[in-house]
T-cell receptor
Framework: DAKTTQPPSMDCAEGRAANLPCNHS???????VYWYRQIHSQGPQYIIH???NNETNEMASLIITEDRKSSTLILPHATLRDTAVYYC???????????????FGSGTRLQVQP | DSGVTQTPKHLITATGQRVTLRCSPR?????VYWYQQSLDQGLQFLIQ???????AKGNILERFSAQQFPDLHSELNLSSLELGDSALYFC?????????????FGNGTRLTVT
């Protein structure tokens, strides 16, 4: 499975954009990039996912480089409630459905500062 | 609110006992996943069911078992409990089991084994 590398922690000022990077240099051509976040001990919250094209929804934007080896999650106007651990996950493909279950790493702890 | 309901929210029991955790997936979702999150292990995939059938196994102990019922709710049974089984247990559901089908997580059951 393609591994992901994320910085362990980041700070962001409230109201500013938060740009969370993720490296996935071994990603295969048809594997999706997913982003989740976990606030304190709540259940992981789905944010966004993409394959090749950039994606945007009401929560965030996902920018995937042309070579697909890295991506950036953008929270356009961070608030204190965005303080959480953010997970970048490459979802494995193939007939083995077990490999398609999301594998969580250690993520990036984003602290939004007032 | 993800739409995934887990009960109970908290469970305290003694070593050697058996407990059952319950999960109701989002309306229309056929696939259910179980995850365990302990302090030193992060989020670990345990098992997946799709429309009543087991489809994938992760790091699930033999003392643990699960099933998905015809109404699509799922139960995770944990037996011969040990102190190390203390953790958050999350259920997630998705419409299908394909790579383009995000998982949506419940807020978990916190199990404390004393």
């Amino acid at each position: 499975d393609a591994k992901t590398t994320q910085p362990p922690s980041m700070d962001c000022a409230e109201g500013r954009a938060a740009n969370l990077p993720c490296n996935h240099s071994t990603i295969s051509g048809n594997e999706y990039v997913y982003w989740y976040r976990q606030i304190h001990s709540q259940g992981p919250q789905y944010i966004i996912h993409g394959l090749k094209n950039n994606e945007t929804n009401e929560m965030a934007s996902l920018i995937i480089t042309e070579d697909r080896k890295s991506s950036t999650l953008i929270l356009p106007h961070a608030t204190l409630r965005d303080t959480a651990v953010y997970y970048c996950i490459v979802r494995a493909r193939g007939r083995d459905t077990g490999r398609r279950a999301l594998t969580f790493g250690s993520g990036t702890r984003l602290q939004v500062q007032p | 609110d993800s739409g995934v309901t887990q009960t109970p929210k908290h469970l305290i029991t003694a070593t050697g006992q058996r407990v059952t955790l319950r999960c109701s997936p989002r309306s229309g979702d056929l696939s259910v996943y179980w995850y365990q999150q302990s302090l030193d292990q992060g989020l670990q995939f345990l098992i997946q069911y799709y429309n009543g059938e087991e489809r994938a196994k992760g790091n699930i102990l033999e003392r643990f078992s699960a099933q998905q019922f015809p109404d699509l709710h799922s139960e995770l049974n944990l037996s011969s409990l040990e102190l190390g089984d203390s953790a958050l247990y999350f259920c997630a559901s998705s419409v299908g089991q394909g790579d383009n089908s995000p998982l949506h997580f419940g807020n978990g059951t916190r199990l404390t084994v004393t």
